[in-house]
């Protein structure tokens, strides 16, 4: 009885661990999507870094992400709601790249 009422007990601390550090996660990010329809960022893709928007024709964006220019689609680059800009990757351990951008959220006037 007491080893079920232990592993229960664990699994639920486990389970409320997992919520908060997702509930930490980036909240005002969450409620965006990229030009997929995919949730910009997940619980360690997303990263503050100079973005700067370098040209927007409504379609596409490009923008200087760390100094490196990329070009992604407009529904997939948001203002910045805290004043900090930031690049959240398809691939984490790749540098910015048209195809590694998940969305980018940037800081209005830079």
Request: proline share 5%; net charge neutral.
């Given at each position: 009885?007491?080893?079920?009422?232990?592993c229960?007990?664990?699994?639920?601390?486990?389970?409320?661990?997992?919520a908060?550090?997702?509930?930490?996660?980036?909240?005002?990010?969450?409620?965006?999507?990229n030009?997929?329809?995919?949730?910009?960022?997940?619980?360690?893709?997303?990263?503050?870094?100079?973005?700067?928007?370098?040209?927007?024709?409504?379609?596409?964006?490009?923008?200087?992400?760390?100094?490196?220019?990329?070009?992604?689609?407009?529904?997939?680059?948001?203002?910045?709601?805290?004043?900090?800009?930031?690049?959240?990757?398809?691939?984490?351990?790749?540098?910015?790249?048209?195809?590694?951008?998940?969305?980018?959220?940037?800081?209005?006037?830079?």
């Open positions: 009885m007491w080893q079920r009422l232990c229960y007990g664990c699994g639920m601390l486990v389970g409320v661990l997992i908060m550090v997702y509930a930490q996660h980036g909240s005002w990010q969450d409620k965006y999507t030009a997929e329809g995919m949730r910009c960022c997940g619980p360690v893709d997303c990263q503050a870094v100079p973005v700067s928007i370098v040209l927007h024709d409504g379609a596409k964006v490009q923008a200087l992400v760390m100094g490196i220019t990329v070009t992604v689609p407009a529904a997939s680059v948001h203002p910045s709601e805290d004043m900090r800009s930031y690049w959240c990757a398809r691939r984490n351990d790749e540098a910015p790249a048209n195809d590694n951008v998940r969305c980018l959220f940037y800081v209005v006037g830079s």
